[in-house]
């Protein structure tokens, strides 16, 4: 299942990651890919949000996990340095991965295959200044849910657009 939306602006990258933080499960993971300054940190702000918390999201230096605890806890990753596959072993990330909590990781297209099968990919990309792409999808049904509420979103959106 897929969502498609038209974002421009932060507001509204902020908005659709509040749709997606508060149909969060534990266990979800958010594999968050497309350029530099593409959005990424900022939907993960709305996401922690959109779980309860009022903490600001940082950009978590590499080899960093930033914590945040909320409805769920949320285990922010940024793998934007990472150059090896190797690298990622000696990190321990699995605890994250295959706990209760949300991870979400920026960059996750730098090690693809590495995650759980089970999760909600989305790619953005910039097409201008104020402009992005959000796809959101999933191949799990249990997160056809999650993507139905930002179908949901980006519709109700459209429409007073209109
Ligand atoms: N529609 C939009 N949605 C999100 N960000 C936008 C939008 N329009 C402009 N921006 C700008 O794009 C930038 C996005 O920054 P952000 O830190 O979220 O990117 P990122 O994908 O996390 O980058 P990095 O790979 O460096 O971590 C911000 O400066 C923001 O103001
Ligand atoms: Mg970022």
Not at 57 to 74: C, D, G, K, M, Q
Not at 79 to 89: G, H, K
Not at 114 to 124: G, Q
Request: proline share 2%; glycine share 10%; with cysteine.
């Amino acid at each position: 299942m897929r969502a498609c939306l038209r974002s421009t602006s932060v507001e509204y990258t902020r908005e659709l990651g509040r749709v997606m933080g508060a149909s969060a499960k534990p266990g979800d993971v958010f594999l968050l890919c497309g350029g530099l300054g593409a959005g990424k940190t900022m939907l993960t702000q709305g996401i922690l949000w959109g779980l309860g918390s009022e903490e600001f999201a940082r950009s978590p230096t590499f080899v960093l996990v930033n914590e945040y605890h909320a409805r769920l806890t949320v285990y922010h990753m940024d793998l934007y340095r990472l150059d090896s596959f190797d690298d990622l072993d000696g990190l321990g990330l699995d605890d994250y991965l295959f706990g209760d909590g949300l991870c979400v990781i920026e960059w996750a297209d730098k090690a693809e295959g590495y995650f759980p099968t089970d999760h909600v990919d989305v790619s953005i990309s910039a097409v201008s200044d104020t402009e992005r792409i959000f796809s959101v999808s999933s191949s799990a049904d249990e997160r056809s849910q999650l993507i139905q509420a930002v179908v949901d979103f980006g519709r109700l959106h459209a429409d007073e657009h209109r």
